[in-house]
């Protein structure tokens, strides 16, 4: 069964009297434990269905049915509670609380769960371990650079053990090092931790790294 | 509880804007205790005031005094059962008898232990008084004693008075002066207050205002009179009868309830009461906008974040509700620091050599914020949190996550 199956998706934005078809009957399918690229050009609508692949948005029509649930048939309660236990999103920008060190913003989708302060806590130093930044448990994002921070952010995306994870060029805002080190993470996440990916990229070296690529303009599938 | 240090971490980002906000609440919620605070004390004052009492005054100020041939006139009045002069005397304690007075000073008096004193025709003014237990033994010493005073409990207390004690007082009017030095007194009684009563205050000192008359050469009047009707329902018709009598006289009078005279005598007419009010619901109306000024600041600098927790799972309630604890957490702040600086000024005023004694003398002994407002300023503080908080929270739970990401 895949993990992801987008079928027939379309999305509108109205502004005024104006229609914006983003994606006009759009399907995909992800299997379990892919990794998939989506690319193309600006305005293609990647970042929209990645969105509503995430959950954080719904189509005009058709079912994007993600680890078995048709999240757009889910209300707004019901999707928070759907993102919480089966999606894990990596933004571009990192998007860390700078208030919060990097357990704690590791920490921050657990707090959703009954988990004890102390597994809460546990849970977090595990995900940080994964990512390889342990020594920085404590560090605020303003005191780690750029690779580290999305590290902090991939291990926020991984701590609740989610089937899903989506990034949103999470290289985009990284140089070439940082970006190879983030590459490797997420293979590896795809690899040993058997998490299926969906990753929006306009970097032709990051989608290679992905098993299956995807291809989008003006909101239909090329390849 | 899990989410307190959350919270808490976000006051902490703009620690400058958080504390100005919540020293702004906690102005509020202190003005708001301690004008309750007052009004509630001066409502206790009043609701010792009998509705059978009369006082009768010169109607021009309580300054001038009335002549004593009035009281057999007020007398005749019908629905009057008795009436009595009671003359605010002024005294003070000399310092000599304290040992204050330095050598070679010229100072005789301490002002450090003012209390109230009157000159009362005691016999029908204490019959007035129901609320007043003196040992009969004490009461028959005090009424054979032209030199006696009869205290209540709290200024015994004070002084460590007991009945055979004597001291001096001097007041301070000058009228009320013998040329051969301050009056001598001696406690001959000491009165408790019937729990029914237990508003009616005992930092007071009564003696005979026979004393007073005949230690001044007979040359003093009567500064009120104090009237007791019959039937407290009569006590309009008797008031208006009195002042008829006197209204083609070169003194006129001016008659009320105890309660309307207290209130009168303390400057808290209901229009200061209300004038208080209107000044706390103003600083509450300006705390209120900048507080939400605030809340509505720290959720528009945190569109991003707001996003990533609904991203995350957090559901637009629960996200709404973080932010209105925020806002409630200023409010718990404020309100705390408020309540403590109310009380804290309660007890300043009612500890302060001095200070004390001044408000004891004009019947605020004990200054405190009372349970009741303490609770009412930190209700307000939370809802004023609330209240602030709920727009921006609004806000934050009708916000789509990418709509917040897209602004970015």
Redesign the interface.
Known sequence: MAMVDVRNVTKVYRKDAEELVVLNGLSLQVEEGDYAALMGPSGSGKSTLLNLIAGIDKPTSGDVMVAGTNVAALGETELASFRSHNVGFIFQFYNLIPVLNATENVELPLLLTHLSKAQRRERALTALKVVGLADRATHYPRQLSGGQEQRVAIARAIVTDPKVLVADEPTGDLDARSATEILELMETLNRDFQKTIVMVTHDPRAAHKARTQYHLDKGVLTS | M??L??LL??L??NWIRTTSTVLAMAICIFLFCTVQSVLAAVATMLEASSAKRLVTRHSVSLVFDLPLAYAARIQSVPGVKRVAINSWFGGTLPAKKEGKAEAGSDATTDWSNFFNNMAVEAEPFLAMYPEFRIPPDQLQAFMQDQRGALIGRKLADKFGWKPGESFHLESFISEYRKSDGPFEFVVRGVFDIDPAYPATDTNVLYFHYKYLYEGLGRRVQAGTFWVETFDPAQAGTVSKAIDALFENSDAQTRTETEKAFAAGFISMAGNLALLLNGIGLAVTFTILIVTANTMSMAVRERR??I????????????VMGLVVAEAMLLGVLGGALGVGGSRAIMWVLSNSPGLKDILAGIGFSGLTVPPLVAALGFGVALLLGFMAGFVPALGAYRA???DM?RT?
């Open positions: 899990k989410y240090p959350y971490k976000h902490r980002r991003t974040e996003a990533v927790l609904k991203t995350l799972g957090f559901s637009s309630r629960q789509r996550i990418t990401l970015v």
